[in-house]
């Protein structure tokens, strides 16, 4: 294994599958890509907020985009995960951004994966069973069946 996309949001699911990834690559001395993303609707509700924020403090932001914002979220998410972890762990991160409706989330990363040429995905799926039966939700499941080469999920 050469490369590995870790698909990760804010929560404490998100921290465990990046700690889980960093292990996996520290191991099999492999790289790591972060992939992170936001919808089009958050993307314009943070880009409102910045400009109401400069409006009333007549200031300005570097980065004001959202994209922008959502990869700095990735940077410092893998910094502060791998941070615990072990600060000896040599593990390259880079932050892939794409702004994608919530429905079209599984062709977003499997175009990533293609695209930076990983041959792992490791990502978060929810247990969707009232039964306690683990089942897969439709983006975990659909990645699972159109990626080729190991999926790690790991369930929230």
Not at 61 to 75: K, L
Request: with cysteine; proline share 3%; aromatic share 6%.
């Amino acid at each position: 294994m050469q490369r590995a996309l870790v698909v990760i949001d804010d929560t404490d699911a998100h921290r465990r599958l990046l700690t889980e990834a960093s292990q996996f690559a520290r191991n099999g001395a492999a790289e790591l890509i972060v992939f992170a993303w936001t919808t089009p609707e958050a993307a314009e509700d943070g880009n409102d907020a910045i400009e109401w924020v400069e409006e009333m403090e007549g200031t300005t932001f570097e980065d004001t985009d959202a994209t922008a914002m959502t990869r700095q979220f990735a940077r410092e998410f893998s910094e502060d995960v791998l941070s615990e972890v072990d600060a000896d762990i040599d593990v390259d991160v880079e932050a892939e951004v794409v702004i994608t409706p919530d429905d079209e989330r599984d062709d977003a990363i499997l175009a990533a994966a293609d695209r930076l040429e990983c041959d792992h995905v490791f990502l978060v799926g929810q247990k969707r069973s009232p039964t306690g039966k683990a089942i897969f939700g439709n983006i975990a499941q659909r990645v699972l069946l159109n990626f080729d080469g190991p999926v790690t999920v790991m369930m929230e």
